[in-house]
């Protein structure tokens, strides 16, 4: 990639987040909805109690977004296509401004003790059965799906931007969409939605692990110390069924100085996690949540200004570590050849 197209992806990565930022999601028309809708048709038509025709539900719904992604780039060769392109794609596929919106509606709700107010509000922010939660329940659930989604729809957006642009970021969110729907454990989807779960797993693999690390570092604005959430990732991110999501709940419970963990009853469904967070930390409350939310925001700007970044500089990076490569300047060196 040439540093001017380099620069373009980063100028679009940026101009994508802003229009997050002030924006939020599209009202209307929401290209991951539209996606939801056509791999729910395929599924209908696919389904079976079998790991092989899930993974062909996922190659089949994942294969034309990253088809659309590569012609995308290939029809904007031009800087300024190139930065559109990349602004739409990335816009498209982040969640930060509805997911901290999200988070400080339900601190709201339990703020005034209108605990129907904040069980209605659960179900956009996770699929955790909210009947009969109280205050505490709902905020650790808050604050769980706040920690996960900051990587699942912020943190590996960019990441996947930064390094394949819009091919990248669209098969992504394409990935996680699919997981959310049928990468679930249940009767249903034990064998099909098993590609699509282990494929979203991999691909938040190393995101997670960096959304853990920037929540840690940041945790000075959310109220909390750096070196206590480190050190609360770092022991009890093991003790979470997923292999990543882990990472962001340990960091963002000890970010907070909570214990998150422990019995979640989805529809149908019981799971129980082991204790995030110190022992004798308290359990979440609504100020709580309103500083889950406010890492969210200040993670997803840190991860942002790190993604542009690296795009930019890699063109160089690389032109520099090809043999026999010299710094620019020296190329319109004066100076005779030794």
């Given at each position: 990639m040439t540093p001017s197209l380099a620069s373009a992806r980063a100028l679009g990565l940026v101009i994508g987040v802003t229009a997050d930022a002030c924006l939020g999601d599209p009202r209307r028309w929401h290209p991951v909805a539209g996606f939801g809708t056509l791999a729910a048709a395929l599924e209908r038509r696919l389904w079976a109690d079998?790991?092989?025709?899930?993974?062909?539900?996922?190659?089949?719904?994942?294969?034309?977004?990253i088809a659309l992604g590569v012609a995308a780039e290939a029809l904007t060769r031009r800087p300024a296509a190139r930065a559109l392109a990349t602004a739409a794609a990335t816009w498209a596929a982040l969640g930060a401004?509805?997911?901290?919106?999200e988070g400080r509606l339900m601190a709201d709700a339990l703020d005034a003790g209108d605990l129907d107010a904040a069980r209605a509000r659960l179900p956009h922010l996770c699929g955790r059965a909210p009947d009969g939660l109280d205050a505490g329940e709902l905020a650790r659930a808050s604050i769980e799906s706040l920690a996960e989604n900051t990587n699942d729809a912020v943190v590996a957006p960019l990441f996947w931007v930064a390094l394949c642009g819009v091919p990248g970021v669209l098969a992504h969110r394409a990935i996680n969409t699919l997981d959310a729907m049928v990468g679930h454990r249940s009767p249903r989807y034990a064998r099909f939605g098993s590609a699509a779960a282990h494929l979203d797993d991999a691909s938040a693999w190393l995101s997670a692990r960096a959304t853990g690390a920037l929540a840690c570092a940041l945790a000075p604005l959310a109220g909390g110390s750096s070196v206590d959430a480190w050190r609360v990732m770092r022991r009890d991110a093991h003790?979470?069924?997923?292999?990543?999501?882990?990472?962001?709940?340990?960091?963002?419970?000890?970010?907070?100085?909570?214990?998150?963990?422990?019995?979640?009853?989805?529809?149908?469904?019981?799971?129980?996690?082991?204790?995030?967070?110190?022992?004798?930390?308290?359990r979440p409350d609504a100020p709580a949540v309103r500083r889950a939310a406010r890492l969210v925001t200040a993670v997803t700007a840190a991860a942002a200004g790190i993604a542009a970044a690296s795009v930019i500089a890699a063109p160089r990076v690389g032109r520099l570590a090809r043999p026999g490569a010299r710094p620019a300047a020296a190329k319109g060196s004066a100076c005779p050849a030794s």
């Open positions: 079998d790991t092989g025709r899930g993974a062909l539900h996922v190659a089949l719904s994942v294969g034309p977004v401004h509805s997911l901290a919106h003790d979470h069924p997923s292999p990543n999501g882990g990472w962001c709940e340990a960091a963002w419970a000890g970010a907070l100085g909570v214990r998150l963990g422990g019995r979640n009853v989805y529809h149908g469904r019981v799971e129980e996690r082991g204790r995030l967070g110190e022992p004798d930390a308290p």
